[in-house]
């Protein structure tokens, strides 16, 4: 799948939260209100055990599904680990790859992501890579050499067929569930840098279309200001996604901030 940016695009990860029938719950009031945002790219990214009962729920709507992990092999003796063709298989199409967490809490280093990534695509799975750096390096001044390293390191080895088919979500981990968000400013440095790192590596076209997502304690109050922003192209949302009021009020609030700076 080709990227484009023409819209906003909003993805819920619901991390480590939720049982099956909360999930369906969740689900069936977002599909309510989904087309009334047919505006915008709308993505879940449920825990692996609810991925099929919510696929069953969004079916036939725009909303569509994501895992929040993936492994790089396509099947074998890998006890708790699940597959590219078993993700496709319950009907995602979206795997988040590299999130703060899994750096830091289960060992992923530039090199699993790298390898998750090209795994991913092999399968037809759009990967969404994480990236971002801890409040220590930001106050070192060395927010944008992590970001940089993280981006070559993570794309090494991808063709320009294959970076048009990613998403990369910029998480300050500073800014990850702790009601701190980088202010648009902020965001805006880095997404910038991150649009013209691309333009270096895979030209212009690559990078005009590429979808840049700021992650990091967005709510309804601050997303009009963060996708004001022009190289913020929409949102990776944990907390403020697990209910459905407050996504469809983020997913409006992006709507309406994408329209009035095109
Ligand atoms: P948060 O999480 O919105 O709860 O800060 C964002 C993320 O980790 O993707």
């Known amino acids: 799948m080709t990227i484009s940016n023409e819209k906003p695009f909003l993805a819920g990860n619901w991390k480590m939260h939720k049982t099956i029938p909360e999930a369906v719950e969740m689900v ?43 492994f790089w092999e396509e099947k074998g003796a890998f006890t708790g680990e699940v597959s590219p063709p078993m993700l496709k298989d319950a009907g995602c199409q979206y795997v988040t790859i590299g999130h703060s967490e899994r750096r830091q809490y289960f060992g992923e280093t530039n090199e699993t992501v790298n390898k998750k990534i090209k795994a991913a695509l092999a399968h037809e799975l759009t ?53 701190v968000t980088a202010t648009p400013p902020q965001a805006e440095e880095v997404h910038s840098f991150i649009r013209k790192k691309l333009t270096e590596k895979y030209g212009n076209e690559i990078a005009s279309y590429a979808i840049i997502l700021y992650g990091g304690s967005v709510k309804p109050a601050n997303t009009y200001s963060i996708l004001k922003e022009n190289n913020i192209n929409g949102a990776l949302v944990g907390g403020a996604s697990l209910e459905a009021d407050s996504f469809i009020q983020i997913t409006k609030e992006a709507i309406k901030a994408y329209k009035e700076k095109k």
């Not at 449920?46 to 991925?51: A, D, I, K, S």
């Not at 088919?165 to 998480?171: D, G, L």
């Open 127 to 179: 990967p969404i890579m994480c990236i971002g750096e801890s409040l220590e390096e930001r106050e070192k001044g060395n927010t944008m050499d992590k970001v940089g390293t993280q981006i070559n390191s993570g794309l090494e080895g991808l063709g320009k067929d294959e970076i048009r088919r990613i998403v990369i979500a910029y998480e300050p981990i500073w800014a990850i569930g702790t009601g």
């Open 28 to 70: 069936k009031a977002l599909k309510e209100e989904s087309p009334q945002l047919t505006d915008a790219e709308l993505v879940v990214i449920p825990p692996y055990t609810m991925l099929s009962e919510v696929k069953k729920v969004i079916e036939g709507s725009t909303i569509q599904l994501g895992a929040q992990n993936i």
